[in-house]
C-alpha cells in the first residue's frame, strides 16, 4: 500500500513538475512575442489581440485546460463581460475575446506579470479616491478610442453553478462610449460530463490550494457560450443591470444544458 501510494505521488509530482514546465515556456514564449512587436515599449493595440488569445490559449493548456467556443464568438467591438468562477477565467476570456483586461495600477509594477500585462495592453485603472463612477470614466474614454474590455461584473468568483448577483456600475462605461455590451458565460467540465469542482476557486481556498487542484485535475475543458449583445441606448444603468443579470444567469442554464451529463448542483 506504501508503495502504491508513493509511485502516485511521484506520478502526480511529475504531473505537476511537466505542466509549471509547460507555463514556464508559454511565459518565455509570450516575452519574446512581446519584445518581437515592441509591445514593451508600445503596445500595438490593434494587433495585439490575436497576439494575446494564442498566448492565453497556450497558457490554459498547459494547465491542461481546453478551450471550446459552443458557439463561435464574434469578434467585435464592445464592453465584454463574463461569470467568474476561476483565476483559470483570464486566459480563457482571453482566448476567446478581442478584449483587452482591466487591472488595479499596482499591479503594472509587478516585476514579471506587470510587465506582461503592460505589454498586453491592459487597461490600468487608477483608484485613487476609490469612485467607482472615475474607474466607469476611463473605461468608457478606453472604448470610445476603439478599445474593447472585459470585466467580471460579479466582482467575485464562485463555484460556478450560477451567477451570483452582478453590479452594474461600469455598466455606465459602454453608455457613455455607446457601445454594446457582449456577455459569454464559462463552464468548466469534467471528462464524464460534470461540472468541474477542482476549477473553480472560491470561498476559503487559498491560492496555492487552487493551483494544486487545477494542476491534479485531467481532462478539463472549458466551455464558452457568447449571449446576444445588449444595446445599451434607450437604457439607463439599473435596466442594464438587470436586464445583464437575467441574461446571464438564462445563458449559464443553457450553456449547462448544452455541455453536461448531469445537471449542476445535481
Known sequence: MSHARSSFSLRRQLSRGRQVAGMTTTMVGGIRAAKRIGA?????????????QTFCRKMAGSFGVKVVEVEPVEQFHGLWVSNHVSWMDIP???TVSPAFFLSKAEIGEWPVFGKLAQAAGTLFIERGSGDASSVSAQIADFLAKGFSII??????????????????????????????IRPIVIAYVNKDGTLSDALPYYGKMTMKDSMKKVLDSKNVTAYVLPLAPIDPEGRNKSELTNLLQARMQEGLTELHSRVLSIPAGD
Open 151 to 180: 470585466f467580471f461584473p460579479e466582482a467575485t468568483t464562485t463555484s460556478g453553478q450560477k451567477v451570483k448577483r452582478i453590479h452594474g456600475t461600469l455598466l455606465q462605461a459602454a453608455i457613455d462610449a455607446d457601445v454594446p
Open 40 to 52: 514593451f515599449k508600445q503596445p500595438p493595440r490593434e494587433t495585439l489581440p490575436r497576439y494575446i
Open 92 to 94: 480563457v476570456v482571453g
